[in-house]
T-cell receptor, first 114, second 111 residues
Framework: DQQVKQNSPSLSVQEGRISILNCDYTNSMFDYFLWYKKYPAEGPTFLISISSIKDKNEDGRFTVFLNKSAKHLSLHIVPSQPGDSAVYFC?????????????FGTGTRLQVTL | NAGVTQTPKFQVLKTGQSMTLQCAQD?????MYWYRQDPGMGLRLIYYSASEGTTDKGEVPNGYNVSRLNKREFSLRLESAAPSQTSVYFC??????????FGSGTQLSVL
């Protein structure tokens, strides 16, 4: 039972355009969401997060939108750059105090073309 | 400041062999995690440790054991490796918020 779903395995976007990566979740207990970026042969690195009390969080070129009623979040990258080419993982947690666990999606491979 | 260090980076095992993946952190975080990454499966939690002296099962613990040796170190042991354990393994630590910090991974092949 995949509680966090990224239905697009891959996405190709031209440099300078907007990249939109989508993520859906099924567990209504999730109240904190994160996006991670992963380059080949490296560990994932934190990109941006959002709490369920917000519907938008922005950090430079990266914006995450949360639609709780639809159980959907998206990551917008504007403008996209070749260095953004990587695999992006969506993750969610139900804050439980001492050692809350993140549940990850299957990832979307973004390729930014020149 | 190395962050999260995993050893080895690569390993090839024969079915039935045992090995221990090592993880050490210098971030002074209480919580540590072991994930595996497989194509089309994302990152799945194997075991985690909320603090020194405690460990708990994650989503896919079968075939693995862990030891939280001290605050810095969290090892993952495969007692009898199977081809289904071919994967990339990531160790991570967690700050007081929900952010995880990952090591660079161990690529394991079981023949």
């Amino acid at each position: 039972d995949q509680q966090v779903k990224q239905n697009s395995p891959s996405l190709s976007v031209q440099e300078g355009r907007i990249s939109i990566l989508n993520c859906d979740y099924t567990n209504s207990m999730f109240d904190y969401f994160l996006w991670y970026k992963k380059y080949p042969a490296e560990g994932p690195t934190f990109l941006i997060s959002i709490s369920s009390i917000k519907d938008k969080n922005e950090d430079g070129r990266f914006t995450v939108f949360l639609n709780k009623s639809a159980k959907h979040l998206s990551l917008h990258i504007v403008p996209s750059q070749p260095g953004d080419s990587a695999v992006y993982f969506c993750a969610a947690s139900a804050l439980s105090g001492t050692a809350s666990k993140l549940t990850f999606g299957t990832g979307t491979r973004l390729q930014v073309t020149l | 400041n190395a962050g999260v260090t995993q050893t080895p980076k690569f390993q090839v095992l024969k079915t039935g062999q045992s090995m221990t993946l090592q993880c050490a952190q210098d971030m002074n975080h209480n919580s540590m995690y072991w994930y595996r990454q497989d194509p089309g499966m994302g990152l799945r939690l194997i075991y985690y440790s909320a603090s020194e002296g405690t460990t708990d099962k994650g989503e896919v613990p079968n075939g693995y054991n862990v030891s939280r040796l001290n605050k810095r170190e969290f090892s993952l042991r495969l007692e009898s490796a199977a081809p289904s354990q071919t994967s990339v393994y990531f160790c991570a630590t967690r700050a007081t918020n929900e952010k995880l910090f990952f090591g660079s991974g161990t690529q394991l092949s079981v023949l």
